[in-house]
């Protein structure tokens, strides 16, 4: 299950990535926001990232004017690793060598065709393990200091 998150700025691309969803079969919980009035991002953050972190969510696409401000209130909350992606390479990486579970996106930033594309291969990338499996594990630990 995706946990969905968007503030007013990243409103818009949020529908076209649940139609995607859609058509990819794909299970999600939209978390809001559920209109384009302006809202305080970090609230709707809060409530789907504490959704991954507790098992409910496998992972989670946050959406505002940037990406940056979803992602910095995601990674307040424990287990969380967000990260801000702007072109498919980055979004494989994150998941091959930093097991992301969180993808933030920049709705201002992005033509929904190349956001669609980020997401397809966030949602379809594994984590390589090994090496990284170790430094993630180094990144988690940070969570308890």
Same mark, same amino acid.
């Not at 968007?6 to 969803?21: F, I, R």
């Not at 980020?118 to 200091?145: P, S």
């Given at each position: ?10 409103y818009e ?18 978390? #809001? *926001?559920?209109?384009?009035? /302006?809202?305080?991002?970090?609230? @709707?953050?809060?409530?789907? !990232?504490?959704?991954? &972190? ?10 505002? #004017? *940037?990406g940056?401000?979803? /992602?910095?209130?995601?990674?307040? @909350?424990?287990?969380?690793? !967000?990260?801000?992606? &702007? ?27 190349? !956001? ?13 393990g ?16």
């Amino acid at each position: 299950m995706i946990a969905l998150a968007c503030d007013h700025g990243g409103y818009e691309l949020m529908q076209t990535v649940k139609e995607n969803l859609d058509k990819r079969n794909q299970k999600y919980k939209d978390f #809001g *926001t559920y209109t384009s009035e /302006s809202c305080d991002y970090p609230e @709707i953050a809060v409530r789907a !990232a504490r959704a991954i &972190s507790s098992g409910e969510c496998d992972k989670g696409i946050f959406i505002c #004017g *940037t990406g940056a401000g979803m /992602s910095m209130t995601a990674n307040k @909350i424990r287990g969380i690793r !967000a990260a801000v992606c &702007s072109d498919v390479y980055t979004a494989e990486m994150i998941r091959r060598h930093n097991d992301a579970n969180v993808l933030a996106l920049g709705a201002r930033i992005l033509p929904p065709e190349l !956001a669609i594309e980020i997401v397809g291969v966030f949602l379809d990338t594994g984590f390589d393990g090994g090496r990284h499996g170790r430094r993630v594990e180094m990144i988690n630990a940070l969570d308890e200091k």
